[in-house]
């Protein structure tokens, strides 16, 4: 093989043979230790929020799960917790995603398929048996119908007699990224901004530990984009909820502490370290000098990393075990919160427990073996990374400037900017992979010898009948007057100006489903149609 004759990151950034101290120098304006490194902890948080970072406490290792009914990951749930797992990770089926009941028509051939099923209280009761609710924190990956999702989370936890403020975890609560670029809106955005500035005041009200925005990079970059896209959309968005957040006369020291971010840990090792530095650093100049946060948890991006699933291969799929480790190993470096590793057959199907637990057993190696975890950003202050920093903050700053030139992100998403620009990324990475100039182990290049398809997880065929069956009962058990006076509230308050999750939580408590919920606002909103 012949010598390359140019190289650069993932996201197109040139990268010099050797980076010293007069690379740094060289910069428009240079790099200055104290204004753009400072100390871990401290402003601008460049080397991590926390001033001993994993030496107090290791990231939570938060495995995302969730498949077929409530019951089935449930026990997953408790598995995963036995093999030392420190936090839970709820995924939804996609009628939850979308605000459908397991017996609805569009339903068919969907229920607990992509996650778990939750049509209900008693769906919510079966998901969370046994859980120490107060002990544990849970996320839960849900956008469009996530008012209602909290709202059965902490109608299950009044029913168990837990307090609310004992309740921690995160709801990730960020619509504009589907309209971006995963497709599971249900409403217009502008009442879907509501909904999510709704949560924002509740939840600082009545679940005070509880992250009420994960706002995601993840899926972003799954659709596509490169790094820099990653950090200038994903933040944008977060602009966009800060703006509806004060429209609403929440203020930013307030709320601003209970936000956080989900981004993708990539394969590109250093480039990636650098991301999440940057993210880190720009982000706190936005609430500081944009929306004169004051408070420095309101300035910090705390943030929650998973593998890749986009570079997962269904060719030799045991290759992805490597890919997981090194992807998990930048978000380590890179300062995360918490970090969930995909199993190696995500490529194929749900993981079974078998790769449940060796993505869980990657990220405890990494903790306790490796020693990254025994210095504070080990890797600040080299030339390379503090290059590499620096530039993904100067072209995510320009990328955002772009966005608000344009009216700000819910503008430009209307006019299909962010769409455009990360199918333009996503086309030049498949070009470059099908024509061999971007190397896929297994795939496009050292294809031989390829190892076996694992044992795959399978859905049990007769899930949607059941649950269609616990669905009829619920139904038939309800206090009929009780249910049509808590949607009607429910009803009034969407077509008035009112806080909707008090009655949304009044109408889980009611035994309404999650189906019904999202009907009254369909009805009263309407439904978003893409142009």
Known sequence: MGARDR???????????????????????????ARDLGRPGEFPFTRGIHPRMYRERPWTMRQYAGFGSAT????????????????????????TQMGRDADHPLARGEVGRAGV???????????????????VSTSMTINATAATLLCLYIAVADERGIPRAALSGTVQNDILKEYIARGTYIYPPAAS???????????????????TISISGYHIREAGSDAVQEVA?????????????RAAGLVADTFGPRLSFFFNAHSNLLEEVAKFRAARRLWAGIMR????????????????AQTAGSTLTAADPLNNVARTTVEALAAILGGAQSIHTNGYDEALALPTEASARVALRTQQILAHESGVADLVDPLGGAYAIESLTSEIEARATALIAEIDRKGGMVAAIADGFPQREIERRALEHQRAVESGARVIVGVNRFTDGASEAPALHRLDPALAAAQNEALARLRAAREGAKLRAALDHLQESARGVDNLLPAILNAVKARATLGEIADVFREVFGEYRPT
């Not at 901004?193 to 009200?205: H, N, P, S, T, V």
């Not at 004169?292 to 943030?303: E, H, I, S, T, V």
Request: glycine share 6%; charged share 25%.
């Open 7 to 33: 190289f650069e990151t993932s996201a197109g950034i040139p990268l010099d043979e050797v980076y010293d101290a007069e690379t740094l120098a060289a910069r428009k304006p240079p790099f200055d230790p």
């Open 193 to 211: 901004l509501r909904l999510c500035a709704d949560l924002f005041a509740f939840g600082a009200r009545e679940v005070p530990r509880w992250n």
């Open 72 to 95: 089935e990951s449930n026990r997953r749930y408790k598995f995963l917790l036995a093999s030392g797992q420190t936090g839970l990770s709820v995924a939804f089926d996609l009628p």
């Open 233 to 245: 959309f994903t933040l944008a968005d977060g602009i966009a909820y800060v703006e509806a957040a």
């Open 117 to 135: 099923s939750i049509s209900s209280i008693d769906d919510m009761h079966a998901l969370l048996d046994g859980l120490p609710l107060d002990r």
């Open 289 to 304: 000098e944009r929306f004169g946060a004051k408070d420095p948890r309101a300035q910090m991006l705390r943030f929650h």
